[in-house]
């Protein structure tokens, strides 16, 4: 078996993992919106296949879960859950924070191996990484009116979806690939999430200055 081919048998199993836990996250925001069961499922399905939906387009390959409908059925047997056990959560948001995490670290291997599947580049590598990991989440969050978790001020969140995908590239260059590889991937993409999270880790944010004044004329 060749390493693209051992990439593609993969794939399924990290968009599987992918679908059902961005699923849970959907659900959970479907949650503080007050939706109903349908829109439980709507939110719940648009989180779980948004980002992989793109990556496949963008690569010109067939779009996942029209390949594999069931990923649908997963995505919608998580949304249900939560419909029904929602409130017994303490802090819905917390949770969501942490599904995401975990979330975020399978799917950026996913956008990879995907890239790696279609013998990209290491620039599409790197962005596929990206728009798998965050671009279901950025859906989920404008859809219900939240601020995106993508752009919190500061935050670790593309970053660490970079940093994954990165983690990939320069494995390569000394000959680690397959399975090794995006196993890294997603240990560095959680580490750092997680860091932000539990942490406080953040990056530098732009801070405005007032423009200067020309000073009187004598």
């Known amino acids: 078996m060749t390493a693209a081919e051992g990439l593609r048998a993969l794939l399924p199993f990290l968009d599987y993992a992918s679908v059902a836990i961005f699923a849970l996250t959907g659900a959970l925001v479907a949650s503080r919106a007050q939706l109903d069961v349908v829109g439980f499922i709507f ?3 648009l989180t779980a296949t948004g980002g992989g939906t793109l990556r496949d387009v963008m690569l010109d390959r067939p779009v996942f879960w029209i390949v594999d409908p069931v990923m649908l059925a997963v995505a919608s047997a998580a949304a249900v859950i939560v419909f029904l056990t929602a409130h017994r959560l303490e802090s819905r ?13 399978v799917a950026v291997p996913a956008g990879v191996a995907a890239a790696l599947a279609q013998g990209a580049g290491w620039p599409v590598i790197l962005v596929m990484g990206m ?5 279901g989440g950025l859906m989920r969050d404008v859809v219900c009116n939240e601020v995106p978790l993508v752009l919190k ?3 670790l969140y593309v970053t660490c979806a970079f940093a994954g995908a990165l983690a990939v590239v320069l494995l390569a260059l000394i000959g680690v690939q397959g399975g090794t590889a995006l196993l890294a991937c997603a240990a560095v993409t959680l580490c750092l999430r997680a860091g932000s999270l539990a942490l406080g ?6 801070k405005s200055h007032p423009p ?4 009187p004329k004598r």
């Open 93 to 105: 948001y917390r949770a969501i924070l942490w599904l995401d995490a975990f979330a975020l670290a």
């Open 43 to 45: 939110i719940a399905c």
């Open 201 to 206: 880790w953040k990056l530098p944010v732009y």
């Open 212 to 215: 200067r004044t020309n000073p």
């Open 153 to 155: 001020q500061g935050e």
């Open 131 to 135: 728009i798998t990991g965050c671009m």
